[in-house]
């Protein structure tokens, strides 16, 4: 099985910067690739940003393009996404998502909570 766990949520003011984390870690998973989704309540899940198959491109959303950056840390199977300009429609459930071409499933984070104050 493979496990996704999300860190680096919090409470933050307009404006301020925040780094999110996600790990992988759990059985080999191939060729694969990451990404971000993220909920506000009373809403559907919507895509944020990911790396593409082979982590050679990325994507974003419009609503947070020039501000979000995804990367990622091979060695530790580990993706960041870091958020700068926060807004209060940022605030959240962020999960990252793994999708593998050994998995018949992608795989879900179990979600960190970011919640930006106006």
């Known amino acids: 099985q493979v496990q996704l766990v999300e860190s680096?949520?919090?409470l933050v003011q307009a404006g301020d910067s925040l780094r999110l984390s996600c790990a992988a870690s759990g059985r080999t998973f191939g060729t694969y690739r990451m990404a971000w989704?993220?909920?506000?309540?009373?809403?559907e899940?919507?895509?944020?940003?990911?790396?593409?198959?082979?982590?050679?491109?990325t994507y974003y959303s419009d609503s947070v393009k020039g501000r979000?950056?995804?990367?990622?840390?091979?060695p530790k199977n580990t993706v960041h996404l870091q958020m700068?300009?926060?807004?209060?429609?940022?605030?959240?459930i962020y999960y990252c998502k793994?999708?593998?071409t050994q998995l018949d499933s992608p795989v879900w984070g179990q979600g960190t909570q970011v919640t930006v104050s106006s």
């Open 98 to 100: 793994l999708d593998s």
């Open 8 to 10: 680096g949520g919090g």
């Open 45 to 57: 899940r919507e895509f944020v940003a990911v790396f593409t198959w082979g982590g050679e491109r």
């Open 68 to 74: 979000f950056t995804i990367s990622r840390d091979n």
């Open 84 to 92: 700068n300009k926060l807004k209060p429609e940022d605030t959240a």
């Open 37 to 43: 989704y993220r909920q506000a309540p009373g809403k």
